[in-house]
């Protein structure tokens, strides 16, 4: 595609459902990112994926936080037992290599509401 | 642990004024720099980059300067108009994974 895609763009559930949030990155791009954004704050990092190695999850807030991508393709953020401190925009980006002067491209986010 | 920060939460600049959005790091270790522009519902966008090596680099109407011996960085808007409101994150290279640590970002908003 000609950007990063995110789905859904919105998303409301209740508090304690599990929810899955999608990334496609920009066909190529073998650097995945997931951040988080609370409201008027900065981008959180969360975990990032380069190519087959192994991710680093250093950022994930807790282990109801997952991620999985396959290969260099769709992502797919989980988080399990959803509390409402999980309400936040969750942005995806890619770039096309993991080095220095190499820019990240983001999709618009996918706005989670746990209510 | 170490972060970048912004100065200023908030600046607000008249419509053809040059704007200057100011941010302060402390990884003393990270030798890329970017600015990315968020505007509302949209995820950030790349501005412009500079590298440790350099001082100033520029682009169409922005300027971004790297002051490496007080570890500041600034965002230079020339000629500021209602498109360029939006919130701006600087942003650095850290770590041996390349992820980007964000700043809290400056909301400018050009007054008419």
């Known amino acids: 595609g000609a950007g990063v895609s995110q789905s859904p763009s919105n998303k409301v559930t209740e508090k304690g459902k599990d929810v899955e949030l999608r990334c496609d990155p920009i066909?190529?791009?073998?650097?995945l990112y997931w951040y988080r954004q609370r409201l008027g704050q900065g981008l959180e990092f969360l975990i990032y994926?380069?190519?087959?190695?192994?991710?680093?999850k250093s950022g994930l807030p807790s282990d109801r936080f997952s991620a999985e991508r396959t290969g260099e393709s769709v992502s797919t953020l989980t988080i399990q037992r959803t509390q409402q401190e999980d309400s936040a925009v969750y942005l995806c980006?890619?770039?096309?290599?993991?080095?220095?002067?190499?820019?990240?491209?983001f999709g618009q986010g996918t706005r989670l509401t746990v209510v | 642990g170490e972060s970048v920060g912004l100065h200023l939460p908030t600046l607000s600049v008249q419509e053809g004024d040059n704007s200057i959005i100011n941010c302060a790091y402390s990884n003393s270790a990270s030798d890329y720099f970017i600015w990315y522009k968020q505007e509302s519902g949209k995820g950030p966008q790349f501005i412009i980059d500079i590298r440790s090596n350099m001082d100033k680099r520029q682009g169409q109407r922005v300027t971004v300067l790297l002051n490496k011996t007080v570890k500041h960085l600034s965002l230079q808007i020339a000629a500021t108009q209602p498109g360029d409101s939006a919130v701006y994150f600087c942003a650095e290279n850290t770590g041996s994974a390349r992820q980007l640590t964000f700043g809290s970002g400056t909301q400018l908003t050009v007054l008419p």
């Open positions: 994926f380069q190519g087959n190695s192994a991710p680093d």
């Open positions: 066909s190529g791009h073998t650097a």
């Open positions: 980006a890619s770039s096309l290599y993991a080095s220095v002067n190499t820019e990240a491209f």
